[in-house]
């Protein structure tokens, strides 16, 4: 009965920040890797970074000090923290419990980025 509940999204200003949230409703510590991702109009969907049971983190290269992962597993939440977000961002961002290939999704949170 696994469940990812994205929340957090909503409209924003270019220049602005925002922390998004997962929520999972099964124990996230039996998970090797956990992720986040978007999909903007017009494109596919693409990971923005991962963090695995360990701890380690990673991310696309080009967000990197600017979009930051990071989990609570005692409250079996994820999370992203993105800062000084730009139009071109506006995306449906989601989460996901494994490596890929991935085949569960959540319903994703909107992000709208405004000028």
């Known amino acids: 009965q696994l469940r990812l509940v994205e929340s957090g999204g909503g409209l924003v200003q270019a220049g602005e920040s925002r922390t998004l949230s997962c929520e999972a409703t099964?124990?996230?510590?039996?998970?090797?890797?956990m992720s986040w991702h978007r999909q903007t109009p017009g494109k596919e969907r693409e990971i923005v970074a991962y963090?695995?049971?360990?701890?380690?983190?990673n991310g696309k290269n080009t967000l990197k000090g600017r979009f930051t992962i990071s989990k609570d597993t005692a409250k079996n939440k994820i999370y992203l923290q993105m800062n000084r977000l730009i139009p071109e961002e506006t995306a449906v961002c989601y989460c996901?419990?494994?490596?890929?290939?991935?085949?569960?999704w959540g319903k994703g949170t909107q992000v709208t980025v405004s000028s």
């Open positions: 996901n419990e494994k490596a890929y290939p991935y085949d569960y």
């Open positions: 963090i695995t049971s360990g701890g380690s983190i």
């Open positions: 099964v124990d996230i510590a039996t998970f090797n890797v």
